[in-house]
């Protein structure tokens, strides 16, 4: 894998990604920050050495470089999940490019169902910590030890510091920015009844497919780390929905702006 990533960042830098100070990665349905973002370069993912291509329709998969409230970021519009196929150590590549390319901070985003049922969809969940439901881990391969320490640890996986910042933005900007724990399932189909209950039982407040894999790879790189939830459904067992993914999209779409607030107005003031 060292090899892989020395060819990968070789070729972006020689692309112009130079030293992008922040990282970001936008979820399902949330690419209008790049309508705020001076792009400097584009890179599709299918050109990019030994880069995983994304294979959901709604992933545009492309990466991005540009200047953003005053600071260089490199951005992912479009990730990968586990349930296309990928291994974990594809759908976290991305995240050690950014980190061997000089990012000192990222921000991620997804799109997750709502199972804390005094959060409504189309509000925003700060992710304080997470339950890691996919069945493996970014870190078990051999030779892992040679890219951070094995054990990493997982005591604060969202940095304490960026998420007062990002509560202290949605005060400010009357935000209601609800605070809770990720649960991360495989997918791509979406839960039973009684998996709702489930988790909502083990202490989840939102579900989603993606995230916690990112997470996991940037505290191991010790990369200070958050990430915030488009709540776009509601999980009630009792009263259960069918879900329409181009509703969800929608839902994303109406909710991202103020997402979009938050993250500027963090970039400008770190």
């Known amino acids: 894998m060292i090899k892989y990533i020395e060819e ?6 020689e692309k112009g990604f130079n030293n992008p100070e922040v990282g970001i990665i936008l979820g399902t349905g ?3 920050l790049l309508n705020e973002i001076e792009i400097l370069k584009e890179v599709s993912y299918n050109h990019i050495p030994n880069f995983p291509t994304a294979t959901v329709e709604f992933h545009k ?16 519009q479009g990730r990968f999940h586990l349930y296309e196929g990928y291994s974990l150590q594809d759908v976290t590549y991305p995240v050690r ?9 990222l921000l991620v985003s997804n799109a997750s169902g709502a199972i804390n049922l005094k959060f409504k969809k189309g509000e925003l969940m700060l992710i304080d910590d997470h339950i890691n439901l996919q069945g493996g881990s970014p ?3 051999k030779g892992v030890e040679q890219l951070g320490t094995r054990f ?3 005591s604060a996986p969202y940095d304490p510091e960026i998420n007062k910042k990002l509560e202290s933005i949605a005060r ?6 609800h605070k809770g724990v990720y649960a991360s399932v ?5 839960e039973t009844r009684a998996e709702y209950r489930y988790l909502k039982t083990i202490g989840a407040d939102a579900v989603g497919m993606s995230t916690v894999p990112e997470i996991i790879v940037a505290n191991h790189l010790n990369l200070p780390v958050a990430a915030v939830s488009v709540l776009t459904d509601e999980c009630d067992p009792d009263n259960l929905q069918v879900v329409d993914i181009n509703e969800i999209i929608a839902m994303a779409g109406k909710a991202e702006p103020e997402m979009i607030l938050l993250f500027k107005e963090l970039i400008k003031s770190i």
């Open 152 to 154: 990493a640890d997982m």
């Open 8 to 13: 990968t960042t070789e070729y972006l830098k």
């Open 139 to 141: 870190l078990a391969f």
């Open 186 to 190: 495989v997918g791509p189909q979406l």
């Open 30 to 32: 949330l690419g209008q």
């Open 172 to 177: 400010a900007n009357s935000i209601n920015l």
């Open 97 to 105: 490019i950014m980190h061997q390319l000089g990012i000192k901070r």
């Open 61 to 76: 998969g492309k990466l991005i470089y540009g200047i953003l409230e005053g600071k260089k970021v490199v951005v992912m």
